[in-house]
C-alpha cells in the first residue's frame, strides 16, 4: 500500500470474480465523484500467494467453496489466505461460497471434503434453499448501507441466491471453539491462528454481528441436539472486525452500493494501519 494507495484483490480461482471486478470499479467511481475519497484504488485478481501479499483486502467470490479451496490448497494459496484473514486480520468479504470458506465451521460437509479458512466466529449451512434449480432473487431492505445519493434510505437491494449458504448459529467467541465444533457429525472446522501485532489483536476481540436476515425457506439442525428446528429467520449476513460474510450474490446485479459501503469500510481499516505503523 502507498500513502496515496490501496490494492483490493479478488480471488480468482472460481467463481464470479470478474463480476466483482467490474462493481469494485463503479464503487470506486462512486466515491471519488462524492469527494468521500480521493484514494488510488487498484483492483486485481488474486491467483499466486505473490498477488495476495500486494492487497491491502481482498474478496472470495460465489461459485464452489469446495472447489476454490481445492485449488487453493493445490496453488499454495490456502495457508497464505489464513494468515491474510486471520493472522494479519485485513479486510475480507466472503460471498455465498466465499462466506462459507470465511466461517469457523460447515455443517453437511464430508470429513476432509472441505478446507475452511475462517475468521468468522459461524457455523454455516450449506445448501441451505436447495438445488440450483430452487435459486431464487429477493429485494430486501438492508439498513446497514443507509442511505446514499443513488438509493434513499430503506431502498431493497436485490438479493441473487444460487445455492446458498446460510449462517446456522453464532459460535462462542472463545478459545477452542473449533475443537467443540469438530466433534460434531458432518462437520468441518478452520484451523485456529493467532494475529501477528497489536491491531490485529484488537480486530480479534470483535464479536459476531448479524447485518440481515431473510425469512426461513428452511429448517435447521440443532446440532448440540442432533434434533431438526424450525426456523422462523435466517441469517444471510454478518460482520465480525474484518471479516464480513453474505450468503447472497450481490455481484450477479448492477447495484454497487454494498460495494461502496464495503471500500468505505476497507479505507477505513487501511487509515487505522496506516496510523498503527506510524506510531
Known sequence: MSATGATVGVLALQGAFDEHLQLLHQAATALTERGVSNTK?????VRTP?????CDALILPGGESTAISLVAARSGLLEP?????KVLRKPTWG???????????????????QDLIGG???????NHFGRQTESFQQSLPLSFLGSTPEKASGTPFPCVF????????ILPHKKGIQTEEASKEDMVVAPSKAPVDELAKEELKAQVEVLAKIASRGRGRDNFNNTVIPREEDIIAVKQGNVFGTSFHPELTEDPRIHVWWLTDVLKAVERRKRYKSC
Do not use: M, Q, Y
Not at 460471498?95 to 471434503?113: F, P, Q, S, W
Not at 444460487?162 to 448459529?169: D, G, H, K, N, Q
Open 41 to 45: 484504488w487498484i483492483f486485481i485478481e
Open 50 to 54: 505473490e498477488e495476495l501479499a500486494k
Open 81 to 85: 489466505l489464513r494468515h491474510f484473514v
Open 95 to 113: 460471498t455465498c461460497a466465499g462466506l462459507i470458506l470465511l466461517a469457523e465451521a460447515a455443517n453437511r460437509t464430508k470429513k476432509d471434503g
Open 120 to 126: 468468522l466466529d459461524v457455523r454455516v449451512i450449506r
Open 162 to 169: 444460487i445455492r446458498a449458504p446460510v449462517v446456522e448459529s
